[in-house]
C-alpha cells in the first residue's frame, strides 16, 4: 500500500509546465526564493523549474528547445504511403499495412506507431476479427 501511495506522489509531479506556470516559476525565482521552493509551490521536480531560465533564456519562449522530441521512425513520404494504402486497400489491417510497409521501404514500425499515423490523418485502423469458436 505504500508503494503504491509514493508512486501516486511521485507521478503527481510529472507533468509539464503551461505557459503561465512557467512564467510564475520566473518571476518567483527573480524574487529570491530557491529552486525548491518554486518546485513544490507548483508541484514538479526541482530538476523541471532547474531548467527554466536556461530554456527561456536560450528561446524567448517557454516551449521546448527544437529538436528535443523523438525522432519519428517514418518520414512524411512513409505516412503518405500508409494512408494511400489504408484508403485503397480498406480490409487490411494494421498489420497487413505494416507487413506491407516494411516489404516497400524496408522500414519496421510497431502496430501502434501506424494506427498513430492512421488516426493523425482520421482513418480508422482495422483491427483482426476474433474468430469465434
Known amino acids: 500500500m505504500l508503494i503504491i501511495a509514493l508512486f501516486i506522489k511521485v507521478s503527481d509531479k510529472m507533468k509539464h509546465l503551461n505557459e503561465f506556470e512557467v512564467y510564475h516559476v520566473l518571476l518567483i525565482l527573480r524574487q529570491g526564493q ?17 531548467r ?8 524567448e ?8 522530441s523523438r525522432k519519428c521512425k517514418t518520414g512524411p513520404q512513409d505516412d503518405t504511403y500508409i494512408v494511400l494504402s489504408a484508403l485503397i486497400q480498406r480490409t487490411k489491417t ?10 516497400a521501404s524496408g522500414i519496421q ?9 492512421l488516426r ?3 482513418i480508422p485502423p482495422k483491427r483482426p476479427v476474433k474468430n469465434s469458436v
Open 94 to 103: 494494421a498489420r497487413d499495412l505494416q507487413n506491407d510497409l516494411y516489404m
Open 120 to 122: 493523425k490523418e482520421n
Open 34 to 50: 530557491s529552486l525548491r521552493q518554486a518546485a513544490r509551490e507548483l508541484e514538479v521536480s526541482p530538476s523541471e523549474v532547474s
Open 52 to 59: 527554466l531560465p536556461n530554456r527561456h533564456r536560450e528561446t
Open 109 to 117: 514500425i510497431s502496430d501502434e506507431t501506424l494506427r498513430n499515423r
Open 61 to 68: 519562449q517557454y516551449c521546448r528547445r527544437p529538436g528535443q
